[in-house]
């Protein structure tokens, strides 16, 4: 129920910014996915959820080449409280990171039957990553090509499952940074301004 809730927000949210796309993101397409991730992120937290933009990195192996992905997760508090909170994968972008040029229709079907839009707890994604990623070693020796790299299962983990950063939006800020008083700001002299209330000197 929980994954059901996130996703019917997350959808609802992306709704709204593709409605209202040229006001809120006149980036390029590079940059336009980083628009769409902090959207979600902050329409997310609106909604009361504990949402943050995560960044994973990992390194070149002899296996995969170095990368990097952004997505999203939302910790929810669990009943158990010594369990800690659980995390939840958000990706809007889902379907598109499986789909594979010159692939055969069974793997094409299993790629269609993906949502557009994945929410998800980690045991979920990895079960997915797993049938997926065996489905495309499977597609390209039945097509006789190669498996590209960025295609194997240890590459595609490392998106969603690996090492992450977990950005939290700038407006919350930790409590010893909210205590901190702030120095005043010194007036700074500008040789563009002078003093409109000058005191009148008598000329002798």
């Known amino acids: 129920s929980t994954e059901l809730r996130i996703q019917k927000d997350t959808e609802d949210v992306t709704r709204k910014m593709q409605s209202s796309a040229g006001a809120i993101c006149t980036c390029l397409k590079e940059c336009r996915r980083n628009c769409l991730l902090k959207f979600i992120v902050d329409g997310l937290r609106d909604l009361g959820h504990n949402s943050a933009l995560c960044k994973s990195k990992w390194r070149r192996s002899p296996d995969i080449p170095s990368g990097e992905h952004s997505y999203i997760d939302v910790l929810v508090e669990s009943k158990n409280g010594k369990r800690g909170p659980i995390r939840v994968v958000v990706e809007p972008n889902f379907r598109a990171e499986f789909e594979m040029a010159r692939a055969n229709s069974g793997y094409n079907g299993l790629v269609s039957s993906l949502p557009e839009i994945f929410v998800g707890k980690a045991e979920r994604l990895r079960t997915v990553i797993k049938i997926m990623c065996g489905a495309a070693k499977k597609c390209v020796r039945c097509n006789k090509m190669h498996l ?55 000329v002798v």
């Open 148 to 202: 590209a790299p960025w295609r194997k299962h240890k590459y595609m983990q490392s998106k969603w499952l690996g090492t992450c950063e977990r950005i939290a939006p700038s407006l919350s800020v930790s409590p010893a940074a909210a205590v901190k008083p702030e120095r005043p700001a010194r007036p700074r002299a500008s040789m563009l301004t002078f003093d409109l209330h000058c005191t009148a000197v008598e």
